[in-house]
C-alpha cells in the first residue's frame, strides 16, 4: 500500500519509539488505525530499527463481530485460487483430512488463497514429521491436493467473525461459501 493510500484510509495515527529486541537501538514504531473492506477498523503496526534491519509489520482487526464458521466447498483447481481472509485468531480445518491448524498467540492476520492454507497445512505436518510424529501420507496428499486441487471443504471458524472466502473469478459463489452465525459466542464489545 502507497504512503498516499494508508493516509487516506487512516483515522488515527500514533508514532513512537521503543527498544529493537535484536539490538537494543532504538527503534521507531507506527500505529495506523484504518478502515478495511468487510473487516472494518484495522491496526496496522508498522516497526523498522534503522540499525540491524530488522522490520516487522502486524495487522489487528479491531472490530468483533460475533463468532462464524465460514464453509468452501474445493471442487478442481480453480477453487485453489479463492481468496482467503483469516483473522489472527481463526482456526483452519479439512474435515476431510481430520486436520486443523490453530493459530498461536502472536499469529498474525493472512490474506492468502486456498493453495496458500494447503501450504501452511504442508508447513504444519513437515515440523510434526521433524518432531518424530508419524503422519502418514498426509504430506504427499497435501502436497498433491495443493498442486492439482480437488474436492474438500475448507472450514474457517473465527470467535471475531471476519475471515472469510471469496471464490476465483468465473466462479459461482451460491452453494459454494456457507457462512454460519454461531450463537451464545462471546462478543468481547473491545478486542
Ligand atoms: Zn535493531
Do not use: W
Request: aromatic share 6%; hydrophobic share 35%; proline share 7%.
Amino acid at each position: 500500500m502507497g504512503k498516499g493510500e494508508a493516509a487516506y484510509y487512516a483515522e488515527e495515527v500514533y508514532e513512537f519509539e521503543m527498544e529493537c529486541p535484536y539490538c537494543g537501538a532504538p527503534m521507531q514504531v507506527r500505529e495506523v488505525v484504518y478502515r478495511m473492506p468487510r473487516i472494518g477498523r484495522t491496526l496496522l503496526v508498522s516497526k523498522r530499527c534503522p540499525t540491524c534491519g530488522h522490520r516487522r509489520s502486524e495487522v489487528v482487526p479491531l472490530e468483533a463481530r460475533g463468532r462464524v464458521r465460514v464453509y468452501y466447498r474445493v471442487e478442481g483447481p480453480q477453487d485453489l485460487y479463492a481468496r482467503v481472509i483469516r483473522s489472527n485468531v481463526a482456526s483452519i480445518e479439512v474435515p476431510e483430512l481430520g486436520a486443523s491448524i490453530t493459530p498461536g498467540a502472536a499469529a498474525p492476520m493472512i490474506v492468502t488463497n486456498i493453495e496458500g492454507i494447503l501450504r501452511l497445512f504442508l508447513e504444519a505436518v513437515k515440523s510434526l514429521e521433524v518432531m518424530g510424529e508419524d503422519v502418514g501420507d498426509a504430506e504427499e496428499e497435501l502436497r498433491r491436493l495443493a498442486e492439482e486441487g480437488g474436492r474438500f471443504t475448507l472450514v474457517l471458524d473465527d470467535p471475531l467473525g471476519i475471515s472469510s472466502v471469496e471464490p476465483p473469478k468465473g466462479v459461482r459463489r451460491s452453494g459454494k461459501v456457507i457462512v454460519e452465525r454461531v450463537e451464545g459466542a462471546l462478543e468481547p464489545e473491545t478486542y
